[in-house]
């Protein structure tokens, strides 16, 4: 091996095409499980708002249950555990269709859908409930006023935690590669194997996720600033 | 189902706790706390260097501690592992234990981000307590030392509980590099029975939420205690609810 040669790596076509499918794939599991995790956390988010002991009591076991395992434990039970309960003709078609990405995307997302749900929950408290009493004093309903009074305060206010918690799942989908999928770290592992360019590789593999982290971070910072009635008159 | 893992907790209970310690090297849930425990340790001071350093008049000692706090938010853990396993044997030139590479990687980890709540802490106390510090004849050491310091720090024991929860949790990535601890332990409990992995990492999944949701909870009453304390509410039932400190931390 000699000295540091990045080009090896990035002109070598196969190894191109590797770390494409590598980002291609860790966007595939963060998109999706963002998405089912959003979904999740705002019916988790109803349930807890909405009359009745047991469904509150769920939602803070869901939440608790997820916060205090770690993400990782949480996948392993999915793949290594869940997978093999299934009935086979489900996992037959699992295993066909990219299981490991599939329990990546159900795993981290059911475990954020905790955080999510947290994050609008301390927004929408935030927002004095004279809020909801004016609103409803103004004919609004009860969905109605939700919907146009508190949900967008309440999201406004919750929206660096929740910025914050959309890079760490974007971090976290790094995770898949304990369970096999084939995403950028399961490509950077990969190629050092095959390149012996530990250096390098990982020099890429870093300044990607970096790039990507930094520029969901720019992303939130301009949807708050956009957010924001103070700013946005400026902007 | 519970049968199963009723057998398998008393099968390997020992394993769980202690890995195959006498006759090999210590792991399972004791390995996994005395790792959090010492990065913790070990990162709660550099965290303090790093939020000074960071909080510093002079460019050459802000840049860096702000590139670094910046590339561990925006990295994967996993990665600066994978980094950690590639260089400090590189550097050290000798063979290190996985114990001590997964070390080195959750110190400068969590010092990054403690050192973020450490800065807080001392923004949060204002200019004028530093002020009053120097015009009392304290130099900026002496004011850090024996003003500023002992308040935020104070302040910062909820945050510090949490990272320690957090740090118990990042632990787990150590599987990648096979450092001995609990998930570990619980890997090679599965590969011995082979034909119950829900019931094993269910085991682990009940024993890691636990501890992790005792500290947490330990957390949050200290932070109402101290919010109260901060508010001069100690022993008198709050009139209004106060609003609380807000508990920094990474999760995973």
């Known amino acids: ?53 047991f469904g509150n009591a769920f939602v803070a076991g869901y939440v608790s249950y997820h916060r205090n395992v770690p993400t990782l434990v949480q996948l392993m039970l999915w793949y290594f555990g869940i997978f093999t309960l299934l009935p086979d003709w489900l996992t037959s078609w699992l295993a066909s269709h990219n299981a490991e990405a599939i329990f990546a995307i159900i795993g981290l997302g059911l475990c954020q859908a905790a955080y999510f749900s947290e994050d609008l929950r301390s927004g929408l408290r935030s927002v004095s409930p004279g809020q909801m009493e004016a609103a409803r004093a103004l004919g609004h309903g009860y ?93 | ?28 849930l004791a390995n996994t706390l005395i790792l959090s425990a010492l990065s913790i340790a ?44 590639f260089l400090v044997p590189l550097l050290t030139g000798a063979d290190v234990p996985s114990f001590v590479t997964m070390l080195t990687t959750l110190v400068v980890y969590q010092a990054a981000f403690l050192s973020e709540v450490v800065r807080a802490g001392i923004v949060a106390l204002g200019h004028g307590q530093m002020e009053a510090a120097k015009a009392l004849g304290h130099g900026y050491f002496g004011a850090m030392r024996f003003v500023i310091l002992p308040q935020a720090l104070y302040n910062m024991i909820p945050s510090i509980l949490s990272t320690f929860v957090s740090t118990i949790k990042d632990t787990t990535l150590g599987y990648v590099i096979n450092v001995p601890d609990l998930t570990f ?67 995973l």
């Open chain 2, 185 to 251: 332990a619980a890997s090679q409990v599965n590969n011995q029975l082979l034909t119950q992995p829900f019931q094993v990492f269910l085991i682990l999944a009940v024993i890691y939420y636990a501890i992790c949701w005792s500290l947490t909870h330990v957390a949050y009453r200290l932070e109402r205690q101290i919010t109260r304390r901060r508010a001069g509410l100690n022993g008198v039932r709050p009139a209004a609810v106060i609003a609380p400190v807000k508990i920094i931390s990474e999760q």
């Open chain 2, 42 to 85: 070990l990162a709660f001071p550099l965290s303090i260097l790093l939020a000074l350093a960071r909080l510093s008049r002079w460019p050459f000692l802000r840049w860096p501690v702000t590139v670094l706090v910046y590339v561990t938010r925006g990295v994967p853990l996993l990665m600066l592992i994978l980094w950690s396993y």
């Open chain 2, 1 to 28: 189902m519970i049968n199963d893992i009723i057998a398998i907790f008393h099968d390997y209970w020992l394993l769980l706790l202690i890995g195959q310690y006498p006759n090999g090297p210590l792991g399972g």
């Open chain 1, 143 to 235: 969905l109605s006023a939700m919907r146009f009074v508190m949900m967008p305060q309440g999201v406004r206010n919750a929206l660096p935690p929740l910025i914050n918690h959309s890079v760490s799942l974007f971090k976290n989908s790094s995770l898949g590669v304990v369970i096999g999928a084939s995403e950028l770290t399961h490509a950077v592992k990969e190629i050092e194997n095959l390149s012996f360019r530990t250096f390098e590789i990982y020099l890429i593999g870093t300044v990607l996720y970096l790039f990507f982290s930094l520029l969901i971070m720019a992303g939130g910072a301009y949807v708050s600033m956009r957010a924001d009635p103070a700013t946005r008159a400026r902007a």
């Open chain 1, 1 to 53: 091996m000699t000295g540091f040669d990045l080009s090896a790596i990035l002109t070598n076509p196969e190894f191109v095409a590797m770390l494409l499918h590598g980002i291609e794939m860790t966007f595939i599991i963060a998109i999706g499980s963002w998405t089912l995790a959003m979904t999740l956390a705002i019916l988790l988010l109803a349930l807890r708002f909405s009359p009745g002991r």
